[in-house]
């Protein structure tokens, strides 16, 4: 807020004030210099006066003493800084001196009988010097002269003049102190008493300007009761009778603003005095370009200015003006307005001028352009063009009209359109059709209809809602199109495009299409599924995509082929599958053209079935090979097996029929050995028989809960016996008291553990250990055998389980190598009991088997 009253009442002050307090400070100043200067004269003249006053006496009585003692004291205390006396103006006596003085300084010039000057010594020093003449100013030391002096003479006295300005000084100093705290306490208390006293006039200025803009809704505090406040309390009261009478300026000049209309008031001499910006922006003028402006020079220029005279005149005369008018913009156009006139007067009835509101045309006399030049190409239009009201009876139709149905314009006016109908739409149909467009949407759609002559055609139809002032729905505008013959064209086209397709997709071939570029443009399900997609992934990939890159020359050498040839023979490939592996296939392609432009059409057949059959008839081919060779080996094997023990029983049974005088012990030993071949070639048979039913799924096994701790100690026990006959310690311990219960066929489990145990103590050397552990975590039990006989070579362990393999390496020289067949029979016991059976072996430290079993659960009581 600006205090500019403020501020000029605090200059006026401060500038008064200030002069006054001036001049009272240097009247004070210049009253006491005068007196200070009068009074060091008068100090001065009366000094010199006393001096020589008192001289008369002192020398008259010769007290040349106490004449120099009284002038010493003078000089002490009355800042005199030198007393002369002369003779005559050459003759000098100095009676005190209290600074140096030169012969320049010494010497008389003035020989009245007073004076006073100020007088700059040799030295640079300021006195002020004052003379005075006595009748006998001296008398000589009559003691010590003899001649008589002049009875005239002068005395000159020297007094400080430095001291007395010092002092001025020092009143200056004093006085302007004095003088400038008066100033400053006398401005704060006189700012404080004008604040005090105008604060309401600034908010009484700023209310003063809003009611200027308009605002008479502004309130001036009250917060004093003298006559400011006074002041404020009727300028609100002034304002309140205002706002109760008067339509504020900003609530006028925000309609005029917020006209879309131009405004322009004229006043009644024709100069244009107002503007609004709606006029401004369509004429594209400054306001102050039309200001003061006739009117006619927003006129057309073939537009007469009488026309408008006359126009004018009818105005004032409180004729209200309505018409069409043209206005001319600043770069020349002319803009066609719909103009209104009214008169403005004032609270006497006084013309004060003329409103001219004016609504742009332009857009309305384009309208009404375009609908001519439509209403001429409907009339001209080939399709038929037919308006309804709300109800559907026809209104108007161009003439295609009766060339589409038969009827003339004149028997289709006012009837329903839909008497066309032939029947040949259900009444679902009609009804949607009808709840569309009456909801404002509009339809589009075919239409069987029914021409006079009663035969059927189709057409193309469009129903458009056309909408009144209200926005209510108030005609139908139909636009049809005979599109019968394209009809009958597009489902023999259909037709056969759909039979192409069929095959197309249907044929278990893959077939393709490619542009030159190698893109995929078409295929169908059986070329997708080739490739492990689908068709909609395949489509836009290309054919170099699908291709490993060996193929890349050989697809090259193809398509030069083809652009030359037309086609390309067949042959064979690899396409990529979707993961990854090769898919082997057989192509055949033909160049044809479509659309002016020129495509590959591809045949091409997976041949992975035909490449699988050659395989397999090549691995049935190796299988077959293999199993020779197998069939070889197994009956080489059997009849090594069966040959041996065989041959051993003929030669002892040989030997015993010729050794008639044998001993009964030799006959016993070679019977106990004929019958220990005998159960080797049985238990050779057995395990055939076993192999056998086993691969047949005919071997049974009776599963019941069976103490495994029985059966292991009887296997233990067996296999003690036979182990002591090699000197080999055979130890059973077990982690966990029984008793530890299986589901198995005990039968089974005794084989398996005597398979198991017999290996180990036929694989470990005499003197060797084999110990025998059982234990059980709660839900398995474990045996573990473990020898430290001769092992098994790391490279034949994964073949350990395999029928007929056997281990040679290292093995001949300890016992005769097995049939191969003890380990898969054990594996197989074990594997249908829900088991495994592991084998982990160091050559020449030891082998460890260990087999585990799930245990028997019991099953809880209902």
């Known amino acids: 807020m600006k205090h500019s009253l403020l501020y000029k009442l605090m200059a006026l002050f401060f500038v008064v004030f200030f002069c006054a307090v001036g001049g009272l400070t240097y009247f004070a100043y210049t009253s ?5 200067l009068q009074e060091f004269k008068i100090r001065g003249r009366s000094l010199a006066k006393a001096i020589a006053s008192e001289s008369r006496t002192y020398y008259r009585n010769r007290d040349v003493e106490g004449f120099t003692t009284l002038l010493q004291s003078l000089g002490e205390t009355e800042d005199v800084l030198a007393i002369l006396t002369y003779r005559s103006p050459k003759t000098l006596w100095i009676e005190f001196a209290g600074i140096e003085l030169t012969a320049e300084d010494l010497s008389l010039n003035e020989t009245t009988d007073t004076w006073q000057q100020d007088t700059v010594l040799a030295k640079g020093h300021i006195v002020s010097e004052f003379g005075n003449a006595v009748a006998d100013p001296a008398k000589a030391n009559l003691a010590d002269r003899q001649e008589a002096v002049s009875p005239d003479g002068w005395i000159r006295v020297f007094l400080d003049r430095q001291a007395l300005e010092r002092r001025l000084d020092t009143l200056v100093i004093r006085t302007l102190l004095i003088s400038g705290l008066t100033v400053m306490l006398g401005g704060t208390l006189f700012t404080w008493l ?4 105008l604060h309401v006039i600034g908010p009484l200025t700023a209310a ?46 925000n309609i005029i603003r917020s006209m879309i209309d131009t405004l322009i008031v004229v006043s009644p001499d024709g100069a244009i005095a107002s503007v609004n910006r709606a006029a401004l922006a369509l004429l594209g003028y400054e306001e102050h370009e039309l200001l003061g402006q006739h009117i006619t020079v927003l006129l057309p220029q073939h537009e007469p200015a009488s026309s408008e005279a006359s126009r004018e005149d009818l105005v004032l005369q409180n004729v209200i003006g309505q018409g069409e008018t043209t206005y001319r913009t600043k770069d020349g156009r002319a803009i066609p307005m719909l103009l209104s006139e009214a008169v403005m007067r004032d609270e006497d009835g006084r013309i004060t001028g003329v409103a001219r509101v004016a609504k742009d045309m332009t857009e309305h006399k384009q309208t009404e352009e375009q609908l001519r030049l439509r209403g001429a190409a409907l009339e001209s239009a080939a399709n038929t063009v037919v308006i309804t009201d709300r109800r559907g009876r026809i209104t108007w139709a161009n003439p295609s009209f009766a060339a589409l149905t038969g009827y003339s314009l004149e028997e289709a006016i006012g009837q329903d359109l839909r008497s066309l109908k032939a029947g040949q739409h ?10 569309t467009i009456v909801s404002g949407n509009v339809w589009q759609g075919e239409v069987i209809n029914r021409k006079k002559d009663g035969s059927l055609y189709t057409e193309e139809e469009t129903i458009t809602p056309v909408y009144d002032q209200n926005r209510e729905i108030s005609h139908f505008i139909s636009i049809k199109q005979d599109v019968t013959e394209r009809k009958q064209a597009e489902k023999a086209l259909i037709a056969s495009r759909e039979y192409n397709r069929t095959l197309f997709d249907l044929s278990p071939i893959g077939l393709a299409l490619f542009d030159v570029d190698g893109s995929i443009v078409d295929c169908n399900e059986a070329y997708a599924e080739m490739v492990g997609r689908l068709r909609s992934e395949v489509l836009g990939m290309t054919y170099w995509e ?21 086609y390309f023979e067949h042959y064979e490939k690899h396409y990529i599958h979707r993961d990854g592996h090769l898919v082997p296939v057989r192509l055949f392609g033909n160049l044809i053209e479509r659309d002016n432009d020129l495509y590959i059409f591809c045949s091409v057949e997976d041949i992975t079935e035909r490449r699988k059959g ?7 081919h190796q299988k077959l090979t293999e199993l020779n060779e197998t069939r070889s080996e197994f009956l080489a094997n059997i009849s090594h097996e069966l ?79 036979l182990a002591e006959k090699k000197h080999i310690a055979v130890t059973l311990t077990s982690r966990n008291a029984p008793p530890i219960i299986v589901n198995g066929d005990s039968q089974r489990l005794r084989q398996l553990f005597m398979i198991i145990i017999t290996n180990a103590i036929n694989y470990t050397k005499p003197e060797g250990a084999i110990t025998v552990n059982l234990d059980s ?25 395999q029928r007929f393999y056997r281990v040679k390496q290292r093995r001949q020289d300890l016992v005769r190598s097995g049939s191969g067949l003890g380990l898969p029979i054990a594996k197989w016991i074990a594997e249908a009991h829900n088991g495994t059976v592991s084998i982990a072996s160091v050559l020449n430290r030891g082998t460890t088997v260990t087999i585990e079993l799930p245990l028997h659960k019991p099953r809880s009581p209902r």
């Open 614 to 620: 050659e395989e397999a008839l090549k691995a049935a």
């Open 546 to 566: 699908l291709t490993p890159k060996t193929y890349d020359e050989q697809a090259r050498k193809i398509m030069d082929t083809i652009m030359k040839t037309g």
């Open 777 to 801: 975590d709660g839900t398995s039990t474990r045996i573990t055998v473990a020898d430290n006989g001769i092992g098994i070579p790391e490279e034949d362990l994964p073949h350990v389980f």
């Open 32 to 36: 006491s210099r005068d007196a200070m």
């Open 208 to 253: 003063t300007k809003k009611v200027a803009q308009g605002d008479l809704r502004i309130i001036v505090p009250v917060s004093s009761h003298d006559e400011l406040g006074e002041l404020a309390q009727g300028f609100n009261s002034m304002t309140e009778q205002l706002l109760a009478t008067t339509v504020s300026k900003n609530y006028v000049d």
């Open 426 to 435: 259900n009444q679902a149909f009609d009804q949607n059709l009808w709840d």
């Open 194 to 197: 004008l604040r005090q006293s």
């Open 643 to 721: 040959r041996t023990p065989l041959t051993v029983i003929r030669g002892e049974a040989e030997v015993t029929i010729r050794g008639k005088d044998k001993p009964i012990v030799e006959y016993k030993t070679t019977l106990e050995r004929i019958v220990h071949l005998t159960n080797q070639v049985n238990q050779l048979v057995g395990d055939l028989l076993f192999i056998s039913r086993s691969e047949s799924g005919t071997i049974e096994i009776d599963k019941q809960p069976t103490p495994l701790p029985e059966i292991l100690l009887e296997m233990y026990q067996e296999a003690r016996v």
